[in-house]
C-alpha cells in the first residue's frame, strides 16, 4: 500500500476528545474527499499526518512508510496545503517555491526547475515574477499547492483549501485537485465541510465527532438525494 493508511486513530485535548478510533484507506493516485462539519476532527487528523501532533493511539502509513517508525521517508512522501495562507507575500510566486524547495535541501537549478514545473501543472507558470500580494486569492491558493509538490509527494494533503474563495476559483482549485490524481497520479486527501465540492463518483469519507461514518463512493451513499440532505441527516450539520 503505497497511498494512505489510517488505522484506529485517536487523538484528544485534554478531555475533548477530537479522533476516536478513526480509519480509512486512501489508494494511491486516487482522489478522496474528507468531508466533515466544523470540529469533525479534520485539522486534527491533519495535524496528525503531519506529526504536528502525536496519536494517542492508531497507526498511519504514508506513501507506504509507517510515520512512527519511519517518520523521516514517511513526511518526505507528503505535500501539504494548511487551512491558513503561508505563502511569504513580499517574494515572487517562483522565489515563494525555491524557499520551500530549499527547506528540502533541493538547490539551484533542480530547485528552478521543479518550481517552474510544479507552477506549470496548477497553471500559474506565467504568474512566476509576480509578487504573491498581487495574486488574488484563487491564484494564491494554486500557488501553494505548487508550492506543496516541488519536492514531488506522493501524496498531497489539502485542508480546506477554498475557504473564503468565489465560485470560480473554488471550481478552479477542485477540478486542479482532481488532476492532480488522475493524471500525475498523487493520491490526495482533500478536507471540506462543503458538500457542493464534493462530485458523485468521488470516493467519500465522512467525518463527524471524530469518527468516520460513512466511506464509499458519494453516488452510493446519495443515491437519487442531494449530499447536503444525506450530509445534514447523518451530522445535523448546516450543508
Ligand atoms: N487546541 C485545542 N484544544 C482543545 N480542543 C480543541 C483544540 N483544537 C481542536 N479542538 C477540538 O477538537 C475537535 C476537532 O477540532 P478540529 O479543528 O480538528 O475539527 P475540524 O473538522 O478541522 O473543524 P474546523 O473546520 O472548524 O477546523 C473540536 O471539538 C474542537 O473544538
Known amino acids: 500500500m503505497t497511498g494512505l493508511c489510517i488505522e484506529n486513530l485517536s487523538y484528544s485535548y485534554g478531555r475533548k476528545q477530537a479522533l476516536d478510533s478513526a480509519g480509512f484507506d486512501v489508494a494511491p493516485g486516487a482522489f478522496c474527499a474528507l468531508l466533515g462539519p ?20 492508531g497507526r498511519i502509513g504514508i506513501g507506504g512508510f509507517d510515520l512512527q517508525a519511519d517518520r523521516g521517508r514517511a513526511l518526505g512522501q507528503i505535500g501539504v496545503v494548511f487551512q491558513q495562507p503561508t505563502l ?12 520551500f524547495a530549499a527547506l528540502h535541501g533541493i538547490g539551484g537549478r533542480d530547485a528552478d526547475r521543479r ?11 506565467e504568474r512566476a ?7 488574488n486569492g484563487g491564484h ?4 501553494e499547492i505548487a508550492r506543496a509538490l516541488v519536492h514531488d509527494p506522493r501524496v ?4 480546506e483549501p477554498t475557504v473564503g474563495l468565489d465560485a470560480a476559483s473554488r471550481a478552479a482549485i477542485t ?3 482532481h488532476a492532480l490524481a488522475r493524471d500525475a497520479g498523487l493520491t490526495v486527501l482533500w478536507a471540506t465541510h462543503l458538500t457542493d465540492e464534493v462530485r458523485p ?8 465527532k471524530g469518527q468516520v461514518l460513512s466511506d464509499g463512493i458519494a453516488s452510493d451513499l446519495t443515491g437519487d438525494r442531494p449530499l447536503s440532505e444525506v450530509f445534514l441527516g447523518m451530522t445535523d450539520a448546516a450543508p
Open 38 to 57: 466544523n470540529g469533525a476532527g479534520k485539522s486534527t487528523l491533519f495535524a496528525l499526518l503531519t506529526r504536528l501532533l502525536v496519536a494517542d493511539g
Open 88 to 99: 511569504d507575500l513580499d517574494l515572487t510566486v517562483r522565489r515563494n517555491l525555491i524557499y
Open 115 to 125: 518550481a517552474m514545473a510544479a507552477l506549470e501543472r496548477l497553471g500559474m507558470a
Open 129 to 135: 515574477g509576480e509578487r504573491a500580494r498581487d495574486l
Open 140 to 143: 494564491r491558493r494554486r500557488t
Open 156 to 159: 498531497l494533503l489539502l485542508d
Open 175 to 177: 477540478e486542479h485537485a
Open 201 to 208: 463518483d468521488d470516493r467519500l469519507v465522512i467525518l463527524h
